[in-house]
């Protein structure tokens, strides 16, 4: 093989790789939005449909629905300031609060939302699963 070839190759594999994580960026942030833009419009029903399973099974409690629960939490929002992807994981950081996601077959969806740091311990969530 030329040794001229071999740079180009990895150069080529470098460039794939960071456009497969650029599109895992932008698609968890739209998912991030869409949640955001759901609970803006009070629209309960469409915020939830964008949950991970366990995070909205979560939010029935009491005999309330999801989309009932959703609209009465704390969940500020903001512009996305961060988004970063490890594999099927990923955390966007809005102006406001954080937000956890996973990767299913069907997309990203939301794992925790409204989140906020506690120094070392973990994150205080209003979504979570």
């Known amino acids: ?3 001229r070839v071999v740079p180009v190759i990895a ?5 794939g790789l ?6 895992g960026k932008s698609a968890a942030e739209r998912t991030v939005e ?3 833009a759901a609970v803006r419009d009070h629209d309960g029903q469409r915020a ?6 366990e995070a909205a099974e ?10 009932n629960t959703v609209l009465g ?3 500020p929002g903001g512009q996305v300031r961060e988004t970063v992807v490890w594999g099927d994981e990923a955390q966007v950081r809005l102006t406001h609060d954080t937000v956890f996601l996973h990767r299913f077959p069907l997309g990203w ?21």
């Open 109 to 129: 969806m939301i794992r925790a939302a409204g989140c906020r740091p506690r120094g070392y311990l973990p994150y205080s969530c209003e979504v979570k699963t």
């Open 48 to 53: 939830c449909v964008l949950l991970a399973p």
């Open 11 to 15: 150069l080529a594999l470098t460039l």
């Open 1 to 3: 093989m030329n040794v």
């Open 73 to 75: 939490l704390d969940l």
């Open 58 to 67: 979560g939010l029935r409690t009491g005999g309330e629905s999801c989309s």
């Open 34 to 36: 869409r949640f955001y």
């Open 18 to 23: 960071a456009g497969c994580a650029s599109e």
